[in-house]
């Protein structure tokens, strides 16, 4: 399985990401070992969409970065 994953940061954005490991994924942004997200502690897992391949999760992160899928994601997700 993939997982699409939204992060709440601590600025209050939201942060989009794909990953086959959740568990260890998050627990890297925690630790601060993503440059995108270091600065934004402490963050939230607010919701993730599990997917069969990778190519669907990279396909959705994707979508969800645009604006209609940031629009779609914050009515059904967050």
């Given at each position: 399985m993939w997982y699409v994953y939204f992060l709440e940061l601590?600025?209050?954005?939201?942060?989009?990401?794909s990953t086959p490991d959740l568990?260890?994924?998050?627990?890297?942004h925690m630790k601060g070992q993503v440059l995108?997200?270091?600065?934004?502690?402490?963050?939230?897992?607010?919701?993730y969409v599990?997917?069969?391949?990778?190519?669907?999760?990279?396909?959705l992160e994707r979508y969800f970065k645009s604006g209609s899928g940031?629009?779609?994601?914050?009515k059904r997700f967050l």
């Open positions: 601590g600025n209050g954005d939201i942060y989009i990401g568990k260890r994924r998050f627990a890297s995108s997200t270091k600065a934004y502690a402490p963050m939230k897992l607010r919701s599990a997917v069969e391949t990778e190519f669907r999760a990279r396909e940031k629009a779609v994601a914050m």
